[in-house]
């Protein structure tokens, strides 16, 4: 299973290409064979909440494929992994419901097809979360990125709290994890709100954290700014359709959240960052 | 034995009773749930056959330790040390009866799995010993009843 897992992870990390959006999907593949009834998957975009049905393959695992919206420049949908142990139901682990997201940050230059390994937790344990904070390789991210959440979930749920300090270590895990799974990805995969909020919450009083912390949500809510750097690339391409389609879609972003270029831009001006942006495009196609 | 000695064996005892409550439940409340679980693993790991639910040690130790201590209770003549120690001995009564119903709860089953303990096993040696404690202070409380009651008749 480690060997299909680095597999996966590196299909996923190491071969970005150019691709139409219109082929653009997303395969989820759980790496247990068991057969979890209650585990159900969303695919959330904007206000719509589609419910994903899985299909078991040939080798017993299960999986689906979501086609991904068309979009001008980049989609930003989520995935919600539901929890809905009900009394009876065979799990390993007793726990209250709980669900997982999964955001992604998905640009015209991703690789057709992502394939997303997803990995079901069994047991909780000091071992076994002492291993996932061991998880650094990048053939790894997704486990310890998975599996770190539905641990962090379990306690914060079982102890109605965040500043446990068994929360507060699962937490931090978690909040690693997605900073790590964000890094190896370069920013395909966003680190999401819930795991900002829980890390903000978890060490409430310590400034010094929390500033560490509250730096990588900031940069996580400006993520759509870092995309301006790729406008040369798509100029120097012929992408000009998909350059143009960048420019417009930062300029929409920038509308939503009007403050976010302050933690990207250092100081310039964002509308004249956009403006020469827009020249540039014009000039270049 | 000196009536200043009894004092200290008495109370220190009883103090290490509310300790023992305080490190397993009071460091979970207070948010501390990993000291908890390090105090947790260590009782049942230095206390396995004293403590192990229907074994002859596990049934016959409190009442003797309670016997014991019985010897110790402090100035039975004076009616504020009676009740001070028949109130801490009920104290730590509802103390360890709380503590029964927390080891049952999923906060107690995350805490003995936190720290790679057997929650079934394991809940099942920290009740039998919450259930001696409980006995060893029913059995306190009591002689102080009774030693104040013979104390009157005998007035």
Not at chain 1, 165 to 180: E, G, Q, V, Y
Not at chain 2, 60 to 65: C, E, F, G, N, V
Not at chain 2, 114 to 120: W, Y
């Amino acid at each position: 299973m480690g060997l299909l897992a680095a597999f996966l992870a590196g299909f996923v990390l190491l071969f970005p290409v150019l691709a139409d959006a219109s082929e653009r999907s997303v395969r989820f593949v759980f790496m247990d064979k068991t057969d979890y009834p209650n585990v159900r998957i969303e695919y959330h975009d904007g206000p719509l909440v589609e419910p994903i049905t899985l299909t078991k393959e040939q080798d017993g695992r299960w999986s689906h494929t979501v086609e991904l919206a068309s979009a001008s420049w980049a989609v930003s949908p989520s995935f919600v992994i539901h929890f809905d142990r009900e009394q009876g139901t065979d799990w390993p682990i007793d726990f209250k419901p709980f669900s997982i997201g999964l955001p992604l940050h998905i640009t015209k230059v991703v690789d057709d097809e992502l394939v997303i390994p997803v990995y079901l937790f069994t047991k909780i344990s000091n071992d076994e979360m002492e291993r996932l904070e061991r998880l650094k390789r990048r053939d790894q991210v997704f486990e310890r990125r998975m599996l770190s959440e539905q641990i962090a979930k379990h306690y914060i749920s079982v102890f109605s709290s965040h500043t446990d300090s068994i929360s507060r270590r699962a937490i931090a895990n978690w909040f690693d994890s997605a900073l790590s799974l964000t890094k190896y990805t370069d920013n395909l995969f966003t680190i999401s709100h819930e795991a900002g909020d829980a890390s903000l919450q978890a060490y409430e009083g310590d400034a010094s954290t929390r500033a560490h912390y509250q730096r990588h949500v900031e940069d996580a809510a400006s993520l759509f700014w870092s995309d301006v750097q790729q406008l040369n690339s798509l100029i120097d391409s012929g992408l000009c359709d998909e350059a143009r389609s960048l420019v417009k879609y930062v300029r929409l972003r920038h509308l939503e959240s009007p403050e976010s270029y302050l933690y990207r831009l250092s100081g310039q001006d964002p509308d004249a960052v956009l403006a020469e942006r827009e020249r540039r495009v014009s000039a270049g196609c | 034995m000196h009536e200043s000695v009894k004092s200290v064996i008495f109370y220190g005892v009883f103090a290490i009773i509310i300790l023992m409550y305080a490190l397993i439940y009071g460091t979970h409340y207070a948010g501390y749930s990993d000291v908890s679980g390090q105090f947790i693993k260590f009782i049942l790991s230095s206390a396995p056959y004293v403590s192990r639910d229907l074994s002859l040690a596990g049934e016959l130790t409190p009442p003797i330790l309670a016997g014991v201590m019985s010897a110790t209770i402090p100035q039975r003549s004076s009616a504020t040390r009676t009740l001070i120690s028949f109130v801490l001995a009920l104290l730590c009564y509802g103390m360890y009866l709380h503590l029964s119903v927390f080891l049952t709860s999923p906060q107690a089953v995350a805490i003995l799995q936190s720290v790679n303990q057997d929650p079934r096993e394991s809940v099942s040696v920290l009740s039998a010993f919450s259930g001696g404690v409980r006995t060893f202070s029913a059995i306190i409380a009591a002689s102080v009843i009774g030693l104040r009651i013979n104390k009157a008749a005998e007035g």
